[in-house]
C-alpha cells in the first residue's frame, strides 16, 4: 500500500473529492490500519517462509509457479464459482453450496501444489479471514478513482466471503 499512494490531480473531479476525503476518513481508522498491518504481516510471513502457509501447512513445501500467478488463477475460479453463488442468492450452508465448495476447494489445492486435505482447508479459512475485508477493497477503490486506474467491478469480496461461509458452515469433504 506504500507504493500505491493517492494521486489527486491539479484539477479533480467531484468524484476525485470525494474519494479523497472517504479515503482520508479510512486511513485514520484505527480498526482498518490495524487490519492492513496484519495483512502485511501475514503476507511478509508467508515470503519469509516461502510460500503460502496453505500450501506449506498441507505438504511442507512451496507450490510450484508465482504466488501471484496463483494467486490470480485462484481469484479467478472463486470470482466465477462463488461469485454465481453469490448472484444466485445461496445460502453457504445448503447442499448445493456443499457441491460447489467441494468442487472449488480441490481445484484451489491443485494451483497451490496440493491435495484437499484438512489442513489445506484450515489455513484456508484462516487466510481468508485475513485478505478478505470490504474496507480494504474499498481503498483499492477509492485509490482507481483518484489516481484515473481501471476499476475492478463487481467486487470481488462477497465471494470470498460466500467461500469462507460455506466453508466455515460445512464439515470437509
Do not use: C
Request: hydrophobic letters at 45%; charged letters at 25%.
Amino acid at each position: 500500500m506504500r507504493l500505491a499512494m493517492p494521486e489527486l490531480p491539479g484539477e479533480p473531479t467531484t468524484e476525485q473529492v470525494a474519494a479523497w476525503i472517504e479515503l482520508a476518513e479510512l486511513v485514520v481508522d484505527p480498526d482498518f490500519r490495524a487490519r492492513v498491518r496484519a495483512m502485511a504481516q501475514r503476507s511478509a510471513d508467508d515470503r519469509t517462509a516461502g510460500g503460502s502457509v496453505a500450501v506449506r501447512a498441507a505438504t511442507g513445501a512451496p507450490a510450484s509457479g508465482t504466488e501471484r500467478e496463483r494467486h490470480g488463477a485462484t481469484a479467478q475460479l472463486v470470482a466465477e464459482r462463488a461469485g454465481a453463488a453469490v448472484q444466485a442468492g445461496m445460502d453457504p450452508a445448503s447442499d448445493a453450496a456443499r457441491e460447489i465448495r467441494d468442487d472449488l476447494v480441490p481445484r484451489m489445492a491443485q494451483l497451490y501444489g496440493t491435495t484437499d486435505k484438512p489442513a489445506f482447508r484450515a489455513q484456508l479459512v484462516d487466510m481468508i479471514e485475513t485478505f478478505t475485508d470490504r474496507r480494504v477493497e474499498r481503498y483499492w477503490q477509492l485509490l482507481a478513482i483518484m489516481n484515473g486506474w481501471p476499476r475492478r467491478e463487481p467486487s470481488a469480496t462477497p465471494a470470498w466471503e460466500w467461500l469462507l461461509a460455506t466453508l466455515r458452515t460445512q464439515s470437509p469433504a
